[in-house]
């Protein structure tokens, strides 16, 4: 991994590659020592509304620019592309333990693991992969049993509590305490940018009846909901046992960086995907 410029962001890095791959990391994950990136829209190859870097094989996008944008970007993160493992992305809160067997599903255009929101390993050298274009991306890392995970948390996945699925099954499944777990919330639509309908707010309401609704709710004239993805997504975590202190809340919003990130709101819907990715 050659780098040649980099600039932060609060405690967010952009980082320019040596092959001109732009992309983010962040300061808690970095200063444990673990490998991961979060992709921008800059360094690739594709084209028109896909333009450059998406790293989704499900937009209508060409095969192979997509494949060499996989390439581009994990040659400037550190990683073989060919062992990526993708998750399906379904607005679940369904986990999947990854092993040594399931090193590159989804790397050849087909599915990821099958219904799977949120990815788990132990093993190292196996780079977990989720896609982002305004959802929440989380990020998880317990430097003392050495296990990682992925996961994808839209509204959907945020309101059934993702972020505590995901600690649950750490401390369940892969004997993780959660004073030691780190939990990055990663680049996405922000409260100022994340208009919603009143049953998608009362569904938040039903979920944090017993915290603040001020916190993540600000009704608006019209009858409709500003919503505080980043404060959900905290409070999610911190209620689950993971440390104020060990959680990074987002510097960077998808919808008010459209030069920089992709956002499915500010397009229309007419655009790839960006990818997180964490590996051992």
């Not at 990136?37 to 499900?58: A, C, D, P, Q, W």
């Not at 599915?111 to 929101?117: L, N, S, V």
Request: aromatic fraction near 8%; include cysteine; proline fraction near 3%.
């Amino acid at each position: 991994m050659d780098i040649n410029k980099s600039r932060k962001v609060g405690r967010t890095t952009i980082h320019t590659a040596e092959n001109g791959v732009v992309y983010l990391t962040f300061d808690l994950l970095e200063k444990a020592g673990v490998r991961h990136g979060f992709s921008t829209r800059k360094g690739g190859v594709s084209k028109g509304i896909y333009e450059s870097m998406n790293l989704s094989f499900h937009r209508g996008d060409e095969f192979e620019n997509v494949m060499q944008n996989h390439r581009l970007f994990a040659d400037a993160v550190g990683y073989d592309y060919r062992d990526t493992v993708f998750s399906d992305q379904i607005h679940s809160t369904k986990i999947a333990r990854v092993t040594v067997e399931d090193k590159g599903r989804g790397m050849m255009g087909e599915k990821g693991i099958p219904e799977m929101d949120g990815l788990v390993t132990d093993v190292p050298g196996i780079p977990l992969m989720t896609f982002y274009a305004d959802c929440v991306p989380l990020l998880f890392y317990d430097p003392v049993h050495g296990v990682i995970g992925a996961a994808h948390a839209g509204w959907r996945g945020t309101v059934t509590g993702m972020g505590k699925c995901m600690v649950d099954y750490l401390c369940d499944n892969m004997g993780c305490k959660r004073e030691d777990i780190l939990a990055v919330i990663g680049p996405s639509i922000c409260a100022d940018c994340y208009e919603v309908s009143g049953d998608v707010a009362e569904q938040f309401f039903e979920a944090f009846q017993e915290k603040n609704h001020g916190d993540i709710l600000l009704k608006k004239e019209n009858g409709a909901f500003m919503l505080d993805l980043w404060k959900a997504n905290r409070l999610i975590l911190e209620s689950s046992g993971v440390k104020s202190g060990h959680i990074q809340s987002p510097d960077i919003c998808t919808f008010h960086n459209p030069g920089l990130l992709i956002s499915h709101r500010y397009t229309g819907g007419r655009r790839g995907n960006m990818a997180a990715v964490i590996m051992l």
